[in-house]
């Protein structure tokens, strides 16, 4: 990309809103239809299959649109925003490894302090495969979006710090309507966003957000949290005397003061590893 072009990169953001909503909206219209979805009700909760079809087309049109825009306005390869093969493989498991344990931690906090119960397993090994699936097409077609092209190209008009607020703002207005959200579950997505993002400044590789993105999501409704408001499929159920801002009410772990801290340290350890391994690489080219 060339010099002039790279000052366009909050441009590039504002042509591709539109479009990027119509064709999703119309992909996401297909996969309802095909699975029988009745738009004259929409009280009617989405089966667990009906959420995995409309969320492939949902990916599909993701693809289509980030494809098209990469091609013919951006002149850039789709595997650059974030694709090489190159350290994917640590980066993955990294990012899969840091989301399971914030979750497992979180659940045994809060059943120690007695703000969630156990009640019982709900085993069901179709569930978890549609779970899987759903998590993983979830990740790949928010961070192919929000980190691979809106933050790349925010990172071509501005300071890197800058793109990333800017990137997690857009993250959490996102999810603004999901159900049961509050002042703590809205401020846990912005973070999220920060977190999910702060590599990718510094490598631009996906690999890390995608994995975290997904084991955050996929953890979370298996320990039986809602994922951000959304009541999903659970291996553990567990009940609560009280709603409270420490176990996230109805929002799930995303809407507690746990979940606040927990992304805080970890977005401060990952500024913490790329600042001493930049000084490390300025010290052995200075010896």
């Not at 002039?4 to 239809?33: D, N």
Request: no cysteine.
């Amino acid at each position: 990309m060339n010099k002039k072009s790279s000052y366009r990169g909050w441009l590039r953001i504002l042509l591709i809103i539109f479009p990027y909503l119509f064709i999703v909206s119309i992909f996401q219209f297909i996969g309802s239809l095909l699975m029988g979805f009745k738009f004259s009700d929409l009280e009617i909760e989405q089966s667990p299959v009906q959420r995995l079809v409309i969320q492939l087309f949902s990916f599909l049109g993701t693809l289509l649109v980030v494809g098209l825009f990469l091609k013919l306005i951006d002149k850039e390869k789709f595997v650059d925003i974030g694709f090489r093969i190159k350290n994917s493989f640590r980066s993955f498991w990294a990012g899969f490894a840091i989301g399971a344990i914030i979750m497992f931690l979180g659940f045994g906090i809060l059943e120690v302090l007695g703000q969630i119960h156990f009640q019982k397993i709900n085993f069901s090994l179709n569930q978890i495969v549609i779970s899987i699936l759903t998590f993983l097409l979830v990740s790949l077609t928010e961070e192919i979006l929000l980190r691979g092209y809106v933050l790349r190209n925010l990172m071509y008009s501005f300071n890197k710090y800058i793109a990333l607020i800017l990137s997690a703002v857009l993250f959490s207005l996102m999810h603004g309507f999901n159900p049961n959200i509050d002042i703590i579950g809205f401020a846990n997505i912005f973070l999220a966003g920060i977190l999910l993002g702060i590599t990718y400044i510094h490598t631009k590789n996906l690999w890390f957000p995608i994995a975290l993105h997904f084991s955050w999501n996929f953890f979370q409704t298996i320990l039986g949290f809602n994922v951000s408001g959304q009541n999903t499929y659970s291996v553990i159920k567990f009940g609560m005397d009280e709603k409270t801002y420490l176990n996230g009410g109805d929002f799930g772990f995303e809407g507690s003061v746990l979940s606040l801290l927990s992304i805080i340290i970890v977005i401060a350890i990952i500024i913490i590893h790329y600042r001493r391994k930049r000084h490390l690489i300025y010290s052995t080219e200075n010896q």
